[in-house]
Nanobody, 123 residues
Framework: QVQLVESGGGLVQAGDSLRLSCAAS????????MGWFRQAPGKEREFVAA???????RYVDSVKGRFTIFRDNAKNTVYLQMNSLKPEDTAVYYC?????????????????WGQGTQVTVSS
C-alpha cells in the first residue's frame, strides 16, 4: 500500500500563486507516474498534470504556462506550483500515483489517491 498526503491548498485571489505538495509513504518506489487531478463541484474529476519517473511531463491545456509539476524522488514527493491562478481553477486537488511508467490521463488508471486539498480562487 502507498499513502499519499497532500498539503498547500487554501483561499487566494485571482493572479496569486500556490504550491501543492504530496508526500508518498509506505511501499513506494520511484518507478511510478505521479499526478494531480482536480474536481470542481458538480463536475467530473479532471487530469491536471503528471510526471513520470524519467521526468516526462504532461499538462491539461488549461494550465499550460501557469502550472509546473516537479518531483523529488529522494523525498517521494511531488509538487504542483500554480501561478496566475484563476477562479476556474477552484477545485479539490488530488494527488495520485500510477505504478509503472505508462502514462494515462484517466483517473481510473491510477492506483493510489490522496485525500484532496481545497483550492479556492476568488475573483
Amino acid at each position: 500500500q502507498v499513502q499519499l498526503v497532500e498539503s498547500g491548498g487554501g483561499l487566494v485571489q485571482a493572479g496569486d500563486s500556490l504550491r501543492l505538495s504530496c508526500a508518498a509513504s509506505g511501499r513506494t518506489d520511484n518507478n511510478v507516474v505521479m499526478g494531480w487531478f482536480r474536481q470542481a463541484p458538480g463536475k467530473e474529476r479532471e487530469f491536471v498534470a503528471a510526471i513520470s519517473s524519467g521526468g516526462i511531463i504532461r499538462y491539461v491545456d488549461s494550465v499550460k504556462g501557469r502550472f509546473t509539476i516537479f518531483r523529488d524522488n529522494a523525498k517521494n514527493t511531488v509538487y504542483l506550483q500554480m501561478n496566475s491562478l484563476k477562479p476556474e481553477d477552484t477545485a479539490v486537488y488530488y494527488c495520485a500515483v500510477r505504478r509503472g511508467s505508462g502514462y494515462s490521463y484517466s483517473s481510473s488508471a491510477y492506483d493510489y489517491w490522496g485525500q484532496g486539498t481545497q483550492v479556492t480562487v476568488s475573483s
